[in-house]
């Protein structure tokens, strides 16, 4: 999961059917309407978006329209520099439409059924190949038949769908860890934990030194996922996560009851209040050394805007809970850009991401924001800063990789089924048999219908 702005605002993304979750939570949902869709589902597939082909009647060609989630203003920021680089290089424009990051994941689902823009920004994995599968999306073989070598085999698989065609262009990726402060933890005498019994003391005495042990915060309804499937993967492995996410594994397996047993150990750690906080101000606890440790993505970093806090910022891998899977797997989400269906300016929309897929775009986008690492293997990585050259270390070494519970299962189970379940249990964490027996019921509902 990226980083959310929590201020929603007004937006053409709008479903008026349902309109906005509270707390933003991402929902997306399925099928094709108006003639323009039709017309692209009654013929054999998804036209290939082609360098060959002209752009569409009433284009402007030299404009690329963008659908984007990057409201904070870092990755804001890091985008505009790569589109500038860009025109400058092309001299075709961007033109960026940027909506708050939750307000558009919840309503996207309308979005690319309406009059989408020609490119948007997205995620890998699964929720990639929701919108490709419902033909929301328009392949892009060729573009990557010029980017390919660009990228190792982790990340060429990750940017396909189910039918084997490439719908993303990925740029950038970023690892979840538990995050801390070095000079906190020199001033105390802590040791970095690697195992569940040394991470459940160290809780211990930094609650007895006065500190908050793990700041938290998930007000956007999406951070207690990321908490979820450390604990998961760490204790019953990568297979079964992964079984669990794709509905092949029962919510009710002892196994599962065994995750939010360990989650319930640490609660009363966690930050109180954590259901009306963003994971912004939860970040500012860190920053002010007023929490010890945080479980987060490493877009952490964002908050911290001084540069002597960001070079004290330092991570670990959540402990290891099994010695049979150790540490060995690591939550690196992929961010990127897909096309829509039927985009207006097809000869711009190649251009951009074939520019999108280079190291230099890469580059330039982590001039700006160093909390992420570039998704490419040829990207110059001689400029990372400690932080960023860790995360490369971390996700390069792992053993399997996922993308985050949102990421890895069918969207509108996520959404309307675990968000709301994690925010049950966090706010009152007895009864958790009847909450899995709950969520079991609607999962099997939800993967029945296709």
């Known amino acids: 999961m990226h980083p959310t702005s929590s201020a929603a605002s007004p937006t053409p993304f709008a479903d008026p059917a349902r309109g906005p979750r509270p707390g933003g939570g991402p929902s997306r949902r399925s099928l094709l309407r108006g003639a323009g869709g039709a017309a692209l589902l009654a013929g054999a597939g998804t036209p290939l978006l082609s360098a060959c082909g002209g752009s569409g009647p009433g284009s402007d060609p030299k404009t690329v329209t963008l659908g984007s989630n990057a409201s904070d203003a870092v990755p804001k920021a890091a985008f505009e520099s790569v589109y500038t680089a860009f025109r400058k290089r092309s001299g075709i424009t ?59 085999e982790a990340m060429k698989k990750l940017s396909k769908g189910e039918d084997g065609r490439y719908y ?86 002892a196994r599962v009851r065994t995750v939010f047993d360990h989650w319930a150990e640490i609660l009363p750690y966690h930050q109180d209040g954590a259901l ?22 490493s877009f952490v970093a964002q908050q911290f805007t001084d540069k002597a806090d960001l070079d004290d910022l330092d991570f670990f891998a959540f402990p290891e809970l099994n010695p049979a899977y150790g540490q060995d797997t690591v939550e690196a989400p992929t961010d990127g850009f897909m096309v829509s269906r039927a985009p207006k300016n097809h000869d711009g929309v190649v251009k951009l991401l074939e520019y999108l897929g280079s190291p230099d775009a890469e580059q330039t986008y982590l001039r700006t924001d160093p909390s992420v690492v570039a998704a490419s293997t040829r990207a110059d990585t001689s400029s990372y800063s400690a932080l960023q050259k860790k995360a490369f270390t971390m996700i390069s070494g792992a053993k399997t990789l996922t993308q985050f519970m949102d990421r890895d299962s069918r969207p509108d189970f996520t959404s309307t089924v675990m968000q709301p379940a994690l925010q049950k249990f966090v706010q009152d964490p007895k009864g958790i048999d009847s909450l899995l027996s709950s969520i079991e019921r609607q999962k099997k509902t939800i993967f029945a219908s296709g």
């Open 94 to 152: 961007v033109a960026v439409n940027t909506k708050d990051h939750n307000t558009f994941q919840e309503q996207i689902n309308s979005y690319l059924q309406g009059t989408p823009d020609d490119v948007f920004n997205w995620f890998a994995g699964i929720r990639m190949q929701f919108f490709a599968a419902k033909k929301l999306a328009t392949p892009i073989d060729d573009v990557w038949e010029r980017i390919g070598g660009n990228f190792p």
């Open 168 to 253: 993303l262009v990925p740029m950038t990726t970023y690892p979840w860890a538990v995050f801390y402060r070095r000079s906190v933890f020199r001033q105390h005498g802590y040791q970095v934990p690697t195992t569940w019994d040394q991470f459940t003391s160290l809780c211990r005495r930094m609650k007895q030194d006065g500190l908050v042990p793990i700041a938290f915060g998930d007000k956007d309804q999406w951070p207690a996922m990321g908490t979820f499937d450390q604990i998961n993967f760490r204790l019953n492995g990568y297979d079964f996560h992964v079984r669990l996410m794709a509905g092949k594994a029962a919510w009710t397996d």
């Open 276 to 297: 009306g906080r963003t994971w912004q101000d939860a970040a500012q606890a860190l920053v002010a050394k007023k929490a010890g440790m945080y479980v987060l993505g």
